[in-house]
T-cell receptor, first 111, second 116 residues
Framework: GQQLNQSPQSMFIQEGEDVSMNCTSSSIFNTWLWYKQDPGEGPVLLIALYKAGELTSNGRLTAQFGITRKDSFLNISASIPSDVGIYFCAGPSQGAQKLVFGQGTRLTINP | GAGVSQTPSNKVTEKGKYVELRCDPISGHTALYWYRQSLGQGPEFLIYFQGTGAADDSGLPNDRFFAVRPEGSVSTLKIQRTERGDSAVYLC??????????????FGQGTRLTVV
């Protein structure tokens, strides 16, 4: 089945640093979604991308839909403590009303 | 509340027992999804309801798992003869329509199931 691979698996950064993570697939996705999950909570949608090449921002977050439709990246600028959590990319499975998720990138911010 | 509510938050059960996990979706949302999240992994699809009917149950791992949504609102995920490998966080999500990529799916906080 379709799979999404995220890298890196974990990141340890200093507050104020910029963050970049990406998501790749061997198959084409027509929509890319980025979620954040805090401990003990469900994932929350951050950004949705619908067109190849699209670049979308949400505050300090910027995400791009790769031109090949097989990858996407998420950038966070000037990280703050509340950015800590696990970031997931996801996309709708072909021909089905369900999402496929990557395995996540865990972000830790050193004080 | 205004969000998706799941109960219980935590459930510890003995191997072989039967469990029920409940999901209250956002009022008016016709689509409801169940996902399972193992430690260190992303959520994995289990089953999707459109209204009262299970439109796609292809993610249910075996016949010990069953879910219902009799009135098109609250859903219950039922697991028979639980096994230690069933231990995970079970997430429920709902969305306004069945077009998963057009409308945001809102997730509940999950039920952490531990089978001992």
């Amino acid at each position: 089945g379709q799979q999404l691979n995220q890298s890196p698996q974990s990141m340890f950064i200093q507050e104020g640093e910029d963050v970049s993570m990406n998501c790749t697939s061997s198959s084409i996705f027509n929509t890319w979604l980025w979620y954040k999950q805090d401990p003990g909570e469900g994932p929350v949608l951050l950004i949705a991308l619908y067109k190849a090449g699209e670049l979308t921002s949400n505050g300090r977050l910027t995400a791009q839909f790769g031109i090949t439709r097989k990858d996407s990246f998420l950038n966070i600028s000037a990280s703050i403590p509340s950015d800590v959590g696990i970031y997931f990319c996801a996309g709708p499975s072909q021909g089905a009303q369900k999402l496929v998720f990557g395995q996540g990138t865990r972000l830790t911010i050193n004080p | 509340g205004a969000g998706v509510s799941q109960t219980p938050s935590n459930k510890v059960t003995e191997k072989g027992k039967y469990v029920e996990l409940r999901c209250d979706p956002i009022s008016g949302h016709t689509a409801l999804y169940w996902y399972r999240q193992s430690l260190g992994q992303g959520p994995e699809f289990l089953i999707y309801f459109q209204g009262t009917g299970a439109a796609d149950d292809s993610g249910l791992p075996n016949d010990r798992f069953f879910a219902v949504r009799p009135e098109g609102s609250v859903s219950t995920l039922k697991i028979q003869r639980t096994e230690r490998g069933d231990s995970a966080v079970y997430l429920c999500a709902s969305s306004l329509t069945n077009r998963v990529f057009d409308t945001e799916a809102f997730f509940g906080q999950g039920t952490r199931l531990t089978v001992v």
